[in-house]
């Protein structure tokens, strides 16, 4: 049994039941305190499978952002790709992601996120965190937590030179063909990542471990159970989290 695969599922699946749940009683469920429990749980798993190869890091920037994440994704042996996020939460009673056109200072996120990714020659994407009840599919809460490269959201949602404003995805628009996929689909080998990553992006980095633990940016977290992570933010696409995660055979 894969347990990366499983874990990807719980933890979808405890998004799915908790939005709602916070939003029946009023309770403020952000982008950032998903982010925190995805990577809480992560570490606990990591906690109770020492064999695997899991490791977390913070970005000693303190304005970093709280939703902001990469994702080392081990595809060969010693050989990792990054994955650069930005998570965006549905919105309960539209089911649209109308924070995706969201500006900070005066630059579209998503310019600031595919920017980042260039610099780091790493692949673009946005996680969705989501809640959807009329979804038609017997596993539906695996779609609790799912990503869809960047590239597909600028090509048919970002701002076009004859509108003047974005067109906002709906969840049925990004999940009923499978545009979006489910968090566990980074359980899959990685050649069969690498093969989906190449039909969308060619100009990424390959990354040997150790060139991916910079210290002059990262400091690895041991036991942080009791700090808060979401202190600062920042005014560009700054990631808080890095996890690096070893090929789970």
């Not at 069969?192 to 210290?215: R, S």
């Amino acid at each position: 049994m894969n347990k990366l695969k499983e874990l990807y599922k719980e933890i979808s699946s405890s998004i799915w039941d908790r939005i709602p749940f916070s939003y029946n009683i009023g309770f403020r469920y952000s982008e950032v305190t998903i982010t925190e429990n995805l990577l809480f749980d992560i570490h606990k798993f990591n906690v109770n499978n020492p064999t695997l190869k899991i490791n977390i890091y913070e970005a000693k920037n303190e304005k970093a952002n709280g939703n902001d994440l990469e994702l080392c994704l081990e595809i060969e042996p010693n050989k990792y790709v990054i994955l650069v996020i930005q998570a965006k939460k549905l919105y309960f009673t539209t089911q649209k992601y109308r924070s995706i056109s969201h500006k900070v200072n005066g630059t579209y996120q998503i310019d600031l996120l595919e920017d980042y990714a260039k610099r780091q020659k790493a692949i673009p994407l946005y996680m969705f965190y989501n809640y959807a009840p009329d979804f038609k599919n017997k596993n539906k809460k695996y779609y609790g937590c799912t990503l869809v490269f960047s590239q597909f959201i600028r090509k048919h949602y970002y701002l076009k030179a004859s509108s003047v404003s974005w067109k906002i995805p709906t969840f049925d628009e990004l999940h009923q063909n499978h545009h979006a996929v489910p968090l566990h689909t980074l359980a899959l080998s990685g050649l069969q990542i690498k093969k989906t990553i190449d039909k969308c992006y060619k100009n990424y980095n390959v990354y040997t471990k150790d060139e991916l633990i910079d210290n002059k940016r990262w400091v690895e977290i041991f036991d942080k159970n009791n700090q808060d992570f979401s202190k600062y933010i920042s005014d560009e696409f700054e990631p808080k989290y890095r996890v690096i995660l070893g090929e789970n055979k």
